[in-house]
């Protein structure tokens, strides 16, 4: 008996990794903020000017302010930057963008918080079946010509 190749000569399908909607099928843009991110990073530089104020008054009171002050700046100043990402993928958004560009499908609405998503995505499904049976009874309705 002889071994089979190993080779498969026939053209190879691109490997798609992670699921692609179908086109047409609408997808949700979910609102955030980079509020905790941004928090973050002025904690950390409060916590270096932390430290200096702690070598120059020797009161860990201010360095524990400074620490506050910083994660509130950074807050504040993250709270005003979007950071949209796709409800299904969680690719981030721009926010000029009208389709996803991960799973191609077009943003359909905006939602504020991933647990609004079901309800919202079954509220769009059922509009859009209303609308293609009103279209589909429009286009059967007597009278109705196409020119």
């Known amino acids: 008996m002889r071994p089979t190749d190993l080779v498969d000569d026939r053209d190879p399908k691109p490997v798609r990794f992670g699921g692609r909607r ?3 099928a609408p997808v949700l843009r979910v609102r955030r903020t980079r509020v905790t991110g941004r928090a973050m990073l002025g904690a950390l530089g409060g916590a270096g000017l932390g ?3 702690l ?5 860990p009171m201010a360095a524990g302010a400074m620490v506050a002050l910083g994660a509130a700046a950074g807050a504040v100043f993250g709270s005003r930057e979007r950071d949209d990402v796709c409800g299904t993928c969680e690719a981030s958004l721009k926010v000029e963008d009208d ?3 991960r799973c191609d499908a077009p943003i359909g609405g905006t939602i504020n918080h991933v647990r609004e998503r079901a309800e919202v995505e079954e509220r769009m499904r059922k ?6 049976k009103k279209a589909e009874a429009e286009a059967l309705a007597p009278g109705s010509s196409e020119d």
């Open 127 to 132: 509009e859009r079946v209303a609308a293609r």
């Open 22 to 24: 179908k086109k047409g």
């Open 55 to 59: 070598r120059l008054t020797g009161e």
């Open 51 to 53: 430290v200096l104020a």
């Open 99 to 101: 389709e996803c560009a």
